[in-house]
């Protein structure tokens, strides 16, 4: 299996060593955009690609994201940033610079259902998903040597009524915060707020409908039953309420009168893989931001 | 104007004179499909088209939509008719035929928001909805002139809170039971009961969201107001319950963050007038069978 | 027909009389956007809305368009665009200023068909093509009514083997400069290079096919023929390359066996129209760039 | 890997032993459908699910696939089929009978490229494929234990101009008559005409452009090259013509100006794997008829 199933891990290339991206928010006024890039500028550094949008142009919110070169990035990062703390002070900014070479790292999790799993593997793999997977967590082991194959480590944390508490305990543990990103590719588990204080828009899930149709568990019975003639699937980051958070991603399938809840299962799946994976992919090339409940995205 | 805007009423084509279609409901058993096309076979139709579906294989329902041709059907259509009553009665069958030749009737329902009557009429004058375009009622006078540059009746029945139940009496009166298909063209008003009864299945709305995601009467605010990456629109069958009728057809597009709510409502409008134009050419064209709260389309 | 049939003409809204749109082609190099925001920032002007996108980072293209609000616009532009000189020249630029309170004006061609010439005039009323459409052109008299009752003048031009060579040179009066911009709505006739010349990136045709699939004259039939399980329609800029000039926009349908040579043409048109239509828009709020053979398009 | 990587091959499940599925063409005429549906109910059988088409009502072709049930298959179907000449001659029928217990055999031809060959794999694991993967042939080594762990014999067959003779000669002897259906998972090798002949309309494609765009081995290079703004993927039957057989199914997404030939060829593999995988599962479902270059899918 090794010959074959060679790591999705991609080196560094020589040009995103000196490359960086910038993600700001903030309340929109005159200069943003002529502060930024004359600060960038004169710090030696070229803007590659820019993003920006203004939601509400009459008093409302200033969107921002910069790919940019600079000559010894590592060595000058600390300095560049200090000095922006002037620019970012002045026009309220939130905001961040996250480097090319530090490739983000991700925890999946995942229950019985391996479709997402395989998809988000194979994505990378085949050097789409430019991140480092640090581990899978799940509270089944059928997919413990699967995984393993791609050296990616594989926590089985068993989670029964009983033992709930003490997984929750354990998973909290094995992820701490070692990782940048988690995926909850069809974990079909409560997340426990305990994670996603510190991980606040930082937990992508997938859910199998077309959001804000269907929340809940059983979203293909739900559109069977109400005959819909489209199905979808949404991709969004958790936050406390269930099925609520800020949406990413979106997509759709036709369906007919001729497809019953395991047809609509079997076609949801692909639409569910698609998804979520280009959530993810946004979120690891830095082209998201959180407004709200909303995301805005640089795509 | 006359001269450019030709009717959309077609002629009779010779053909239509002897085709019918026949619509079949009734409990799935063994040898349905055999007896009917028997039964047509021994009475000198020939069936041009036929399309059938089994809900639920073991024990469930079965719908079948045949197109025949009949030499003088006129003549024929009676003793057809008593003919088969044997094998409905035989199979439970709940059964309709209809003949191409009669062309249905239509009432249209308008409020403010003309682009789905036009599309309507654009369609109809193209050639693309085949049937009798009886009347159009509206709570509003604007579109009077132009409705009737096609030669259509346009009733002006003012809603008020005062005379509300006033005008809904005079639209029952106006429409009686003259119409075969009632269009609710984003009419923004509660329709009577004492309207849907006679109208079962037979009322069709477009409602301006991916139903069952926003019911009510502002869908598009609801939707920027989640954050949605796709909007959509729904035609359905008209029950007591408020958007929660049949689902006839429906599409969607995708929007972005950059789109506000007028924005979301300016797409909107083009995928309303499409969904709700498919959906009365699937009627006219016999084309729907309801089973309880949902539909069968055969297209 | 008059009191419906209210005019598209859209007054100038006040925020419109300061704003305005800047769209910038160059050779890629260090500081360009530094350089235009600032000298924006610098010259009173506050930018609204900004897009760039550099065609290959390496040695490449550079494209950007700004949405910009400067006070006593009217009074100010001549010296912005004069002291604009300096960086256009420094970077090579190809560069445009464009004012919200000049609407652009347009010339629509039509032949028979009339489904696009309608969208458009139903979008213009409904506020949403916010141009001025000085004149329809046709080589048929049908739509002159229609045409006339919102306003326009109709321009009939017939065009026969034996005087094509005159109506070209009429249509070429008529036209003059006096527009900004050429929509060639399903007109079927070759169109004079005298008149692409002018008008190089400002004639918009739709092709009613998916481009380059089926060039030419019946490419519904073609479609037909190949047994494509999806149609299309295309919008591009007219070159002297039949069909072959940059595309802005394509959308497509699922068709299916069961739709024969005239199933395709009605089903062609819902996306001829949108297609075309959104392109005019793009065209008109100055979304579109046009490199070589290609559109970049920041909508 | 073999406790995870359970094989796809799925267990005839009891309904299915007395299963099968009936595709007939022939030219239209009256009587056709009612002397086929009485033949199965006088036989015994009960159909369960039923399609039929004509094209080109007046003097056309009729196509119908029926599905039924029949006690005791195994045995009575030599007799059936026996029995059914008779209609087939006087209607001048080509006709088939598929007995769903007798699984599909299935060859796959990979070169380097995996990602339409991992989509089949995890569909038919997932139980979405109901075939027997018989064999998979390669002319590079990349894949073998992969596909080996399945349980699934890997046949390398290296091809260079030298030795490609002899290696088609190898893949003829291997596949032989072995199988019912050849996959071509992006192989981009030419089928010889020896192979095309015997499996005539059992030969599925994928090609990575939407025909007729873009035949030959560098689609998305072309499609970035004319500046489309949507890519797709094209499912065929091979024929001697490159790229000019049967289409079974398309696909399409959207794409930008932002997107260069990598994003393009990224986008695309995602269509690819889903537009092939559906006409794979159609062929395997019995639900594609071909008359001259066209499919007929009854879906």
Redesign the interface.
């Known amino acids: 299996?090794e010959?074959?199933?060679k790591t999705g891990r991609q080196p560094v290339k020589p040009y995103e060593n000196n490359r960086a991206r910038m993600l700001i928010s903030c309340p929109d006024g005159?200069?943003?955009?002529?502060?930024v890039?004359?600060f960038?500028?004169?710090h030696g550094a070229?803007?590659?690609?820019?993003?920006?949008?203004?939601?509400?142009?009459e008093g409302g919110m200033f969107f921002m994201r910069i790919e940019f070169d600079l000559e010894e990035l590592d060595t000058h990062l600390a300095s560049l940033k200090a000095d922006f703390a002037d620019i970012a002070d002045k026009f309220e900014m939130q905001w961040n610079i996250y480097q090319l070479s530090r490739k983000k790292k991700l925890a999946i999790f995942v229950s019985k259902e391996d479709?997402c799993l395989?998809e988000l593997l194979?994505q990378w793999q085949?050097g789409?998903l430019d991140a480092e997977i640090s581990m899978v967590i799940s509270n089944h082991p059928?997919?413990?040597?699967?995984v393993e194959?791609f050296g990616i480590p594989y926590y089985h944390t068993p989670v029964t009524p009983e033992t709930k508490q003490e997984a929750v305990q354990k998973q909290l543990e094995i992820v701490g915060d070692k990782v940048d990103l988690i995926i909850l590719a069809r974990y079909m588990q409560i997340v426990p707020p305990a994670l996603i204080e510190p991980y606040r828009n930082r937990i992508i899930n997938i859910h199998h409908s077309?959001?804000?149709?269907?929340v809940g568990g059983k979203p293909y019975a739900q559109a069977y039953e109400?005959?819909?003639?489209?199905i979808?699937a949404t991709a969004h980051y958790v936050t406390e309420e269930l099925d609520g958070g800020?949406?990413?991603?979106?997509?759709?399938q036709?369906v007919?009168?001729?497809d019953?809840v395991n047809e609509l299962k079997?076609i949801g799946?692909?639409i569910e893989r698609?998804v979520l994976a280009r959530a993810v992919k946004w979120h690891i090339e830095d082209r998201i931001l959180v407004h709200q409940?909303?995301?805005?995205?640089f795509n």
Chains 1, 2, 3, 4 share one sequence.
């Open positions: 299996m010959m074959y199933l005159p200069g943003i955009v002529a502060a890039s004359r960038l500028h004169e070229n803007i590659v690609q820019s993003d920006q949008y203004t939601m509400d142009p479709h395989v194979w085949a789409d059928d997919m413990k040597e699967y194959s077309f959001l804000p149709a269907f109400r005959g819909v003639k489209i979808g800020p949406i990413i991603e979106q997509d759709v036709r007919s009168h001729r019953d079997r799946r692909t698609v409940n909303k995301t805005v995205v």
